[in-house]
Structure formats: structure tokens, C-alpha cells
């Protein structure tokens, strides 16, 4: 069933009881934002991208393969198929520093991180606005200092939080159509699994398992209809730049600290 996000609503959201969800990647407090609960709270603009340092890979959505296939190696996890970008081989994320900055001004930063620290929460009626309440970036409004976003104006939502409901109603609906392309690649058998090992100077061996590629040598055997099929609905485009994703492996090797690839 088709779910349309973008319907949803604050008013709305203040009235759904909240639901209980599991954390999604680098979230530690899920809320559904309502203005009784946080009407007196902003968020801080630096960015500090910290949240993100544990966590070694995040989702994408089909719209961003081109420019995320330039930096990070894009793979897929098995149940269900979706496509997830690589960001370290343990639980590290090689592009962000000690100081909460990511990698450099030129790279591309998923969606998924940029979100943060809203995303959607999937219940019974259709999806709630939430947000991590343990984002530090969150603060209660001072009566001196009043620098940064109120989620709410008047005990209603501001327009922060209408463009943050519209991005989030839009990069769910990206994820919808990438986990279809995810299901078409899986039904054509196109999928293999793989691992990325290396190995530092000093002997320590890791490696990240349990993900999936495209087998190239299936790819170029798909029928035509197939082939057609999938050229309208630019699919084809999508496996190539993931194709040569792949070599970004090497370049993520190179960022770890006395890598031997």
C-alpha cells in the first residue's frame, strides 16, 4: 500500500498517541514532535555531525546515486533489499573527524544524515513528524539568547518545521522507489554477496560482511524487455553508478590510519 507521507500534519500530530518504534541508525530518543512537549525548544545551526561517528554505513534513496557514487562504495543489505552507503569497515565512520565535521566541503553528505535530528515514525494511522531528543543541537529557548530554530511560533509549527516535515515526507517516498528498485534487482537474481577486508601495518585484520552487489556479468545478460523496462524508469543508470561505486572501497581503505588495502 502506497503510504503518502506528505499528508501528514502537526495538528494531527499533536492528537496521535505516540507510538513505540526501534531506533533507527544513530537515533537514541525518538518523539513525535508536538507543541504541548516542545513548544519551548530550538535548535541550535552548527552542525555538528558527531551523532554519525559509530555508524558505519546509512541508507540512500535512487536520487542520490550519482553524486554519492563519487565518495562512498553503494551496496546492498539483504532483507529487505535496499541500497545503504559505506562509511567505514568497523564502527567508525571514516568521514567525520573528532570535531563533528564531515570529510570536506566538496563531499556529498546522504540525505539520511542530513535529516537529523527529524525523521518519520511509522504507525498504524500513516507516519508522525519526530525528532532525537538527544540531539545536543537541541536546547530550551533563553530569554538572552534565542539563536536557532523554534519548532514551534505561537503553538504553531514554524516554517522550520513545515520544511522539515516536507523533506522528511519527500526522502520517505525516495526510500518507497529505491526499495522497489532494490526488489526488481532481487527478483532478476542480480545480487551476489561480498566482503571488504583490510588489513593495518600492524596486523589487525576487519572487514565488513553481509551485503550485496550486482553481479556484472548477470547484469549484461538481463532480457531486453527487462533491459527496455528499466531504461524508462532509469534503473540501468542507477546499477552503473553503482558499479563503479565499488572502487570507492579503495578509497575508503586509504582513510583509515595505517591501512595496508
Not at 163 to 182: I, Y
Not at 192 to 197: L, S
Request: hydrophobic share 40%.
Amino acid at each position: 500500500m502506497e503510504k503518502k507521507p506528505a499528508k501528514s500534519n502537526m495538528t494531527e500530530t499533536a492528537k496521535s498517541p505516540e507510538p513505540a518504534v526501534q531506533q533507527p541508525v544513530f537515533y537514541r530518543n525518538l518523539e513525535a514532535l508536538t507543541a504541548e512537549r516542545h513548544g519551548s525548544l530550538l535548535l541550535k545551526p552548527d552542525m555538528d555531525f558527531r551523532f554519525a561517528k559509530s555508524t558505519n554505513a546509512v541508507p540512500i534513496t535512487d536520487v542520490e546515486f550519482a553524486a554519492a557514487s563519487r565518495f562512498y562504495p553503494i551496496v546492498f543489505t539483504s532483507e529487505p533489499v535496499a541500497p545503504i552507503v559505506v562509511l567505514g569497515l568497523q564502527n567508525e565512520n571514516l568521514f567525520v573527524d573528532d570535531n563533528g565535521h564531515w570529510a570536506g566541503p566538496d563531499h556529498y553528505i546522504p540525505a539520511y544524515v542530513r535529516r537529523y535530528p527529524f525523521i518519520f515514525i511509522e504507525h498504524a494511522g500513516g507516519f508522525t513528524l519526530g525528532l532525537d531528543r538527544a540531539c545536543e543541537r537541541i536546547v530550551e529557548a533563553d530569554a538572552t539568547d534565542r539563536t536557532g530554530e523554534p519548532f514551534f511560533v505561537d503553538g504553531q509549527p514554524s516554517a522550520f518545521t513545515k520544511d522539515a516535515l516536507n523533506f522528511s515526507a519527500q526522502l520517505q517516498n525516495q526510500h518507497r522507489v529505491s526499495r522497489e528498485f532494490g526488489e526488481a534487482l532481487a527478483e532478476q537474481n542480480l545480487l551476489v554477496d561480498r566482503e571488504a577486508n583490510a588489513v593495518l601495518n600492524g596486523g589487525q585484520r576487519f572487514s565488513v560482511q553481509g551485503f550485496k552487489v550486482v553481479d556484472a556479468e548477470k547484469f549484461k545478460a538481463l532480457p531486453g524487455a527487462v533491459v527496455l523496462d528499466w531504461h524508462r524508469k532509469g534503473w540501468l543508470g542507477l546499477v552503473h553508478f553503482h558499479l563503479a561505486s565499488i572502487d570507492r572501497f579503495r578509497d575508503l581503505m586509504r582513510r583509515i590510519p595505517k591501512a595496508a588495502a
